[in-house]
């Protein structure tokens, strides 16, 4: 089992930028591919960032691109998504996601999944 922690969400004004990070306990997520995802109030979960294990490759939902930037530190056993320029409609709770053996930006493509943590952006 894989347990997921997020962190560094808060209240920021638009423009400003923020950094989240997923802490990985139980097992090493070195050869797991790890993704971002977002859920607003009334809306579908949507994976924002994703990166496979190796790092050469990773995924933006194009609303997010040149702003948002995701990382991985297999040392630390954590990931990251740095994000920048952010909008009001950046605003939802942000999930870290990871898994063993596939890749991808559909929910169905990870099994673990961290318990979110709240991005409030003002205008």
């Known amino acids: 089992q894989v347990q997921l922690v997020e962190s560094g969400g808060g209240l920021v004004q638009a423009g400003g930028s923020l950094r989240l990070s997923c802490a990985a306990s139980g097992r090493t997520i070195s050869s797991y591919a790890m993704g971002w995802f977002r859920q607003a109030p009334g809306k579908e979960r949507e994976c924002v960032a994703a990166i496979r294990w190796t790092g050469l490759k990773v995924y933006y939902v194009d609303s997010v691109k040149g702003r948002f930037t995701i990382s991985r530190d297999n040392a630390k056993n954590a990931v990251y998504l740095q994000m920048n320029s952010l909008k009001p409609e950046d605003t939802a709770v942000y999930y870290c996601?990871?898994?063993?053996?596939?890749?991808?930006?559909?929910?169905?493509?990870?099994?673990?999944w961290g318990q979110g943590t709240q991005v409030t952006v003002s205008s």
């Open positions: 996601a990871a898994d063993p053996t596939r890749w991808g930006f559909n929910k169905s493509d990870y099994e673990y």
